[in-house]
């Protein structure tokens, strides 16, 4: 059997972490795990820190403290790759900022519309990023589309045609 997979009680008993405080515990949390800075998700920078898989009980509580950071999440004209899902997810779900690198082109407004037809189809997660760290509410635009017709019953084929005269006048302004 795995260590991940063992229960936590003999290795947390020993461990001397676990004997002080959970206040204090939360503070190595904290300056082990939380920056001020954006972190970049990419092919450098994709997992979680090592801290987090060490055992179940340091994951279970330092997590939320992790999750506490702004993530960049750079996509290559809003590509909605398993990897990017992911990390989609966890931001809508914390309410935390994913702000994305700009794009241009045709393939751009292919791979939203293929993102948007998820998120109507309820297989794919609503883009999310806090007013203060947008840059891009443009795209936030798109989903509240999405949003408002669907909760008026549309079906996807009207949902895209207001999306595309949506996309030309984007395109023209």
Same mark, same amino acid.
């Given at each position: 059997? /795995?260590?991940?997979?063992?229960?936590?009680?003999?290795?947390?008993?020993?461990?001397?972490?676990?004997?002080?405080?959970?206040?204090?515990?939360?503070?190595?949390?904290?300056?082990?795990?939380?920056?001020?800075?954006?972190?970049?998700?990419?092919?450098?920078? $994709?997992?979680?820190?090592?801290?987090?898989?060490?055992?179940?009980?340091? +994951?279970?509580?330092?997590?939320?403290?992790?999750?506490?950071?702004?993530?960049?999440?750079?996509?290559?004209?809003?590509?909605?790759?398993?990897?990017?899902?992911?990390?989609?997810?966890?931001? /809508?779900?914390?309410?935390? *900022?994913?702000?994305?690198?700009?794009?241009? *082109?045709?393939?751009? %407004?292919?791979?939203?519309?293929? %993102?948007?037809?998820?998120?109507?189809?309820?297989?794919?997660?609503?883009?999310?990023?806090?007013?203060?760290?947008?840059?891009?509410?443009?795209?936030?635009?798109?989903?509240?589309?999405?949003?408002?017709?669907? $909760?008026?019953?549309?079906? %996807?084929?009207?949902?895209?045609?207001?999306?595309?005269?949506? +996309? +030309?006048?984007?395109?023209?302004?």
């Amino acid at each position: 059997m /795995s260590a991940a997979l063992l229960p936590p009680s003999a290795d947390v008993k020993r461990s001397h972490l676990f004997r002080i405080a959970p206040e204090l515990r939360n503070r190595i949390y904290h300056d082990c795990l939380f920056t001020e800075e954006l972190i970049v998700v990419d092919a450098n920078c $994709s997992r979680e820190p090592a801290l987090l898989h060490t055992c179940r009980q340091i +994951r279970k509580e330092a997590l939320k403290i992790f999750e506490s950071n702004s993530f960049c999440l750079p996509m290559i004209a809003l590509g909605y790759t398993a990897p990017t899902a992911h990390w989609i997810h966890r931001a /809508s779900v914390r309410k935390h *900022g994913v702000v994305f690198t700009k794009s241009t *082109g045709r393939n751009i %407004w292919d791979n939203l519309f293929d %993102w948007l037809k998820r998120y109507y189809e309820e297989s794919s997660h609503r883009w999310n990023c806090p007013e203060d760290l947008c840059t891009q509410s443009t795209l936030a635009y798109a989903f509240d589309i999405v949003d408002v017709m669907k $909760s008026g019953d549309s079906d %996807w084929d009207m949902v895209q045609g207001v999306l595309e005269i949506w +996309r +030309r006048t984007v395109n023209d302004g």
